[in-house]
């Protein structure tokens, strides 16, 4: 059994991982080439952490969940705003992970809700989709720039074969809804609401597994679009919506 209450900060790079554990002080990096993560997921799970913190920023989450590991993911202007309070003005790959890790211990986040495999197909094939719909928009941008007929013809026909794959892509989607009937009835609600169609309700059941289950105000916290207090004293400062990078990433 460990000593410590492990709590782990998890940076994650283009091509690599940095992880500290805390307050044991280890830390390795590791090449970020496979989704699967087997080789950190099974060192990890060897510690029994409390907590793994990740930025959202990415799909990292995704894996170590799958793997059965306490993730929270971290709003990065939370952690930003916790590395004063530490002495930390240096800013490297190692020392961020550090410095999440130290989060980790000091404010405990909770962990998020670990998908079942069904909802981690859903939230892949979402993503893929939007891979593809903003793939397709480069293409167009640069189709409305280009003169030359033979790159013009090349690059509408790569918008061509993007939009067949969009698709595809919302037929997949569609099929795994209809397939679970809570999503079903779920979707069929959100379609509801006037200006709600199936890629917001896909986006909302993909990402919001929360929905129907919080309250409004719990809800709006969680995604970020909630007015925050901005107090001091006598001062009444303006409410603030500072969560918008989570819900970025996570729509």
Not at 230 to 250: C, H
Request: net charge positive; charged share 20%.
């Amino acid at each position: 059994m460990n000593r410590h209450i492990i709590s782990v900060g998890i940076d994650v790079s283009k091509d690599t991982l940095d992880l500290w554990l805390h307050p044991t002080r280890q830390s390795w990096q590791v090449d970020y080439r496979d989704c699967r993560l087997p080789q950190p997921a099974d060192t990890l799970a060897q510690q029994s952490p409390q907590v793994i913190v990740v930025e959202a920023t990415g799909g990292l989450e995704v894996p170590l969940t799958a793997a059965g590991l306490p993730v929270a993911l971290v709003n990065p202007r939370q952690t930003r705003d916790f590395a004063p309070s530490i002495g930390q003005p240096a800013k490297t790959d190692r020392l961020d992970a550090r410095l999440l890790a130290q989060y980790s211990a000091a404010v405990a986040p909770e962990p998020g809700p670990r998908p079942d495999a069904q909802l981690r197909e859903l939230r892949e094939r979402a993503a893929h989709r939007q891979n593809l719909v903003e793939t397709r928009a480069i293409q167009q941008n640069r189709l409305a720039r280009t003169a030359s007929p033979l790159v013009r013809e090349s690059i509408q026909s790569h918008i061509h074969w993007l939009t067949q794959q969009v698709q595809e892509a919302d037929a997949s989607i569609a099929a795994l809804i209809q397939d679970n009937p809570a999503w079903r009835q779920q979707s069929q609600l959100l379609q509801s609401v006037p200006g709600v169609g199936p890629v917001v309700s896909a986006t909302l059941i993909a990402q919001l597994p929360e929905l129907g289950k919080l309250s409004p105000k719990e809800i709006a916290s969680s995604v970020g679009v909630a007015p925050f207090n901005q107090d001091s004293g006598r001062w009444r400062g303006r409410r603030r919506v500072w969560g918008d990078e989570v819900w970025r990433w996570r729509c």
